[in-house]
């Protein structure tokens, strides 16, 4: 997971952390969780076909995809994906996972491909980077009209108590809690409609090392000191030895997948 509340203002270190991620590639694409199918059919909902069982016949570009987690489920339903991304060590790692998927060096603010010729833009754990204004307008500019763009969060449930005790142990913001209070970054842009939202229960099974390791995935966690990456990690640790539901090393992580999704209007 990806913190999604304290970037979205544009901070001085945002730039910085978004550039993080290709030292840690492979780790990324290890430990970072993938998205339940519900999730991504409901935000491609108003550009599918309701009778078909699968994405197939979908153009469907895949925003900062990063190593692809988003991407996997998309072409396992038989969506035609475009992964675009701007960081090549990422990119590469998604090219080694997907060979077949084709793949484009870009940025949501200059999505390098034709106008209206996409169905569908989605993009998981990745709108809190963008310069909003600059994407949605070049999101407009590359969909067909009436096609829906999809904005994926994966999200620790913090309702439970002993999640909410981890995410104060390490820190870490409380982003399920962000997501629901905050208004949808997809809002207030034309030419798309109203923003729809939904949750989608996606527990994952984990052990502590594996938890750890995803936490250090996180960009924010990436560029610490060392000395202070590692004693975040400690904390964690020792929360997850101490935690009744934890301590036996292997656990479910209660995680809600966040959908909002706007459709672009008719016209040009």
Known sequence: METIGNERGGSAEAPHRATAFGTKAQAYAENRPSYPVEAVRWALDPVTDSGSPDLRGLAVLDLAAGTGKLTEVLVAQGAEVLAVEPDPAMLAELSRRLPRVQTLSGRAERIPVPDQSVDAVVAGQAFHWFDMDQAMAEIARVLKPGGVVGALWNLEDVRVPWVAGLAEVSELPRDLET????????????????????????????????????????????????????????????????CPETANGSFVLPTVTGVDRAVRGQGD
């Open 179 to 242: 997501w629901q209070e905050d208004q949808s970054t997809l809002a207030g842009h034309e030419p798309f409609g109203s923003v729809e939202r939904a949750e989608f229960a996606s527990p994952q099974q984990l052990t502590s090392e594996a938890f750890v390791a995803r936490t250090a995935t996180r960009s924010s966690l990436i560029v610490m000191a060392e000395d202070e990456r590692a004693q975040v990690l400690a904390r964690i640790r020792g929360y997850l030895r101490a």
